[in-house]
């Protein structure tokens, strides 16, 4: 049984930072991509960013790249998003994702691709 614990969420100005940490247990951590996806109120889920399980490859949703960082440290079982020059579009809540498949050498966008969930965390950005 996969678990997933986010953590980091919170109220920020906008042009402010935030960073969210995602610790897993259940599986071997190592061998899975993990991704950040996002849910606005109400809108669909969508995809936010996501790195192999190798943390040699990233990929980031065209809204929040250049402003959002993945990381992973497979020794803690974390990944991370580093969330620099927030918008009120940002405003969601993040939740992070493991991959179904192990070893995947790409990142997948699509959710249902993904089998184990965190509970969420709230991230809000005033204006």
């Known amino acids: 049984q996969v678990q997933l614990v986010e953590s980091g969420g919170g109220l920020v100005q906008a042009g402010g930072s935030l960073r969210l940490s995602c610790v897993a247990s259940?599986?071997?951590?190592?061998?899975?991509?993990m991704a950040w996806f996002r849910q606005a109120l109400g809108k669909q889920r969508e995809f936010v960013a996501g790195i192999t399980w190798s943390g040699g490859r990233t990929y980031y949703s065209d809204s929040v790249k250049g402003r959002f960082t993945i990381s992973r440290d497979n020794a803690k079982n974390t990944v991370y998003l580093q969330m620099n020059n927030l918008k009120p579009e940002d405003t969601a809540v993040y939740y992070c994702?493991?991959?179904?498949?192990?070893?995947?050498?790409?990142?997948?966008?699509?959710?249902?691709?993904?089998?184990?969930w965190g509970q969420g965390t709230q991230v809000t950005v005033s204006s």
């Open positions: 259940g599986r071997t951590f190592s061998r899975y991509a």
């Open positions: 994702a493991q991959d179904r498949r192990a070893l995947r050498t790409v990142v997948i966008t699509a959710s249902a691709e993904y089998d184990s």
